[in-house]
Nanobody
Framework: QVQLVESGGGLVQPGGSLRLSCAAS????????MAWYRQAPGKQRELVAT???????NYADSVKGRFTIARDNAKRTVYLQMSSLKPEDTAVYYC???????????????WGQGTQVTVSS
């Protein structure tokens, strides 16, 4: 069973940047796809970005060109570099460890505590 710990969230102004980190343990990190999800108040959790074990990435249209997902297998960590942040990006951000088949990501139902990102003036 993987354990996931997200960090790096905070309050940022529109247009600002933030880098989120997710440390994974309890699994063979390098063989899994990783993903970032977010959940805004009153909304369902939505997929933001994925990265496969081979390093292929996919992004939600809403964040494409602004967010970058990356992984460091040696550190067992996945990152989400967030730039040009918008108020609509405000959410609790969660990482997930799962599987990718072609471009489809299949999440594991294991989540960390999440990290709050608030984009506001």
């Amino acid at each position: 069973q993987v354990q996931l710990v997200e960090s790096g969230g905070g309050l940022v102004q529109p247009g600002g940047s933030l880098r989120l980190s997710c440390a994974a343990s309890g699994s063979i990190f390098s063989i899994y796809s990783m993903a970032w999800y977010r959940q805004a108040p009153g909304k369902q959790r939505e997929l933001v970005a994925t990265i496969t074990s081979a390093g292929s990435t996919n992004y939600a249209d809403s964040v494409k060109g602004r967010f970058t997902i990356a992984r460091d297998n040696a550190k067992r960590t996945v990152y989400l570099q967030m730039s040009s942040l918008k108020p609509e990006d405000t959410a609790v951000y969660y990482c997930n460890q799962g599987r990718s088949y072609s471009t489809v990501y299949y999440p594991n139902d294991v989540w960390g505590q999440g990290t709050q990102v608030t984009v506001s003036s």
